[in-house]
T-cell receptor, first 115, second 115 residues
Framework: AQKVTQAQTEISVVEKEDVTLDCVYE???????LFWYKQPPSGELVFLIRRNSFDEQNEISGRYSWNFQKSTSSFNFTITASQVVDSAVYFCALSGGGATNKLIFGTGTLLAVQP | EAEVAQSPRYKITEKSQAVAFWCDPISGHATLYWYRQILGQGPELLVQFQDESVVDDSQLPKDRFSAERLKGVDSTLKIQPAELGDSAMYLCASSKTDSETYEQYFGPGTRLTVT
């Protein structure tokens, strides 16, 4: 069965601090995709990144970076120099295998960035 | 930028009443998804359409929930009768196809409260 675990329920940081959100996944598929979504208080899920299982290269996009390690089944997300606007719930998700590409979400991490 | 539209944004209904949600995906997106997100949890797929056909409705409580996408464009999700446990955010998403290489874009959601 596929599963995504986000052990950090809530994280609070002060603006300009760096913060890492952890994501651990379980799957028996050899081909799969990992995602991160941001959910601000308005409720809409905003796509941040997709990574396929064959590409372990880390990615950086502005203040955001992602570290994918198949050896530990982890796909962690780091925000550098956090800002108040980064405050949101962040979800890690997995898709792959089966007849559909439905997303399996973790329980989310609430990030609060204090000014 | 094209967006997934959902209405209503908020709905309060009494137990045992019928309720319906509407979703209009991004133009040209063949795949449409309905997810349910209970407070404090990640979204879970209820039903997935490829054009007008249901691809996955394994988690849809079919005794009270129904979904349709008659012309392969917009979609309606109905609950009858509503129960207290149905209180949640109902999210619609769309993607170009059901391929895992295409990310899912989410609408703003409908927050349902059953009293």
């Amino acid at each position: 069965a596929q599963k995504v675990t986000q052990a950090q329920t809530e994280i609070s940081v002060v603006e300009k601090e760096d913060v890492t959100l952890d994501c651990v996944y379980e799957t028996r598929d050899t081909t799969y995709y990992l995602f991160w979504y941001k959910q601000p208080p308005s409720g809409e899920l905003v796509f941040l990144i997709r990574r396929n299982s064959f590409d372990e290269q880390n990615e950086i996009s502005g203040r955001y970076s992602w570290n994918f390690q198949k050896s530990t089944s982890s796909f962690n997300f780091t925000i550098t120099a956090s800002q108040v606007v980064d405050s949101a719930v962040y979800f890690c998700a997995l898709s792959g295998g089966g007849a559909t590409n439905k997303l399996i979400f973790g329980t989310g991490t609430l990030l609060a960035v204090q000014p | 930028e094209a967006e997934v539209a959902q209405s209503p944004r908020y709905k309060i209904t009494e137990k045992s009443q019928a309720v319906a949600f509407w979703c209009d995906p991004i133009s040209g997106h063949a795949t449409l998804y309905w997810y349910r997100q209970i407070l404090g949890q990640g979204p879970e797929l209820l039903v997935q359409f490829q054009d007008e056909s249901v691809v996955d409705d394994s988690q849809l409580p079919k005794d009270r929930f129904s979904a349709e996408r008659l012309k392969g464009v917009d979609s309606t999700l109905k609950i009858q009768p509503a129960e207290l446990g149905d209180s949640a955010m109902y999210l619609c998403a769309s993607s170009k196809t059901d391929s895992e290489t295409y990310e899912q874009y989410f609408g703003p959601g409908t927050r349902l409260t059953v009293t």
